[in-house]
């Protein structure tokens, strides 16, 4: 089955900037998404088809899709951001994917 | 606010069934695909099924068909999750969540989730 793969924790300091990876056969061919999931919450839409942002996200938020990479990055982070973070996609017969996801620490 | 809120998780016994629901709110239902994402434990997030508007388009993930069934209600804006012989690995928080784009097409998701129902599968 199609797997998204994503590391498992990245961590930086406050104001630095974090970049998660997200990679996939199938990514040249089909957009990127990523959920930010807070701890005991909800996930939220932070990044849709590859680098738009939803209204309400911060901008220090965006994406980018290069060959079977996609990547999140959040420029200069702030502490809120601390999250796990899961990338989103479809292979080429549909079927709908989930990375398992990035803890990402800002200390 | 749009507004989603699931209801109906709960303790059931391997094999058994279950019915979630979800009330939606503040938009209009029936021009949106909806669709059912499940976690597990400690675990990551999988896609369970989606909906069309309409209600005469489903989807399933391989792990849960033939055993669940997705249905909406456009009169009474609220989607639901049938759940059949259930299993162990059934086990998860079932979020209910609003999708964006025409799920025909391969370019759709998820822009806005509930707070999830939790299921428990276990004797």
């Known amino acids: 089955s199609y797997e998204l793969t994503q590391p498992p924790s990245v961590s930086v300091s406050p104001g630095q900037t974090a970049r998660i990876t997200c990679s996939g056969d199938?990514?040249?061919?089909?957009?990127a998404y990523w959920y930010q999931q807070k701890s005991g919450q909800a996930p939220v839409l932070v990044i849709y088809?590859?680098?738009k942002r939803p209204s309400g996200i911060p901008e220090r938020f965006s994406g980018s899709r290069s060959g079977t990479m996609a990547t999140l990055t959040i420029s200069g982070a702030q502490v809120e951001d601390e999250a796990d973070y899961y990338c989103?996609?479809?292979?080429?017969?549909?079927?709908?994917?989930f990375g398992g996801g990035t803890k990402l620490t800002v200390l | 606010e749009v507004q989603l809120l699931e209801s109906g998780g709960g303790l059931v016994q391997p094999g058994g069934s279950l019915r979630l629901s979800c009330a939606a709110s503040?938009?209009?239902?029936?021009?949106?695909?909806m669709s059912w994402v499940r976690q597990a434990p400690g675990k990551g997030l999988e896609w369970v099924s989606v909906?069309?508007?309409?209600?005469?388009?489903?989807y399933y993930a391989d792990s849960v068909k033939g055993r669940f069934t997705i249905s909406r209600d456009n009169y009474k804006n609220t989607l639901y999750l049938q759940m059949n012989s259930l299993r162990g690995e059934d086990t998860a928080l079932y979020y209910c969540?609003?999708?964006?784009?025409?799920?025909?097409?391969?370019?759709?998701?998820?822009?806005?989730w509930g707070r999830g129902t939790l299921v428990t599968v276990s004797s």
């Open positions: 199938a990514l040249p061919k089909k957009y």
């Open positions: 909906i069309s508007g309409s209600g005469g388009i489903t």
């Open positions: 088809e590859d680098n």
């Open positions: 989103y996609s479809t292979d080429s017969s549909g079927n709908r994917v």
């Open positions: 969540a609003k999708v964006q784009g025409n799920i025909a097409s391969s370019n759709w998701y998820f822009d806005l």
């Open positions: 503040r938009f209009t239902f029936s021009t949106y695909g």
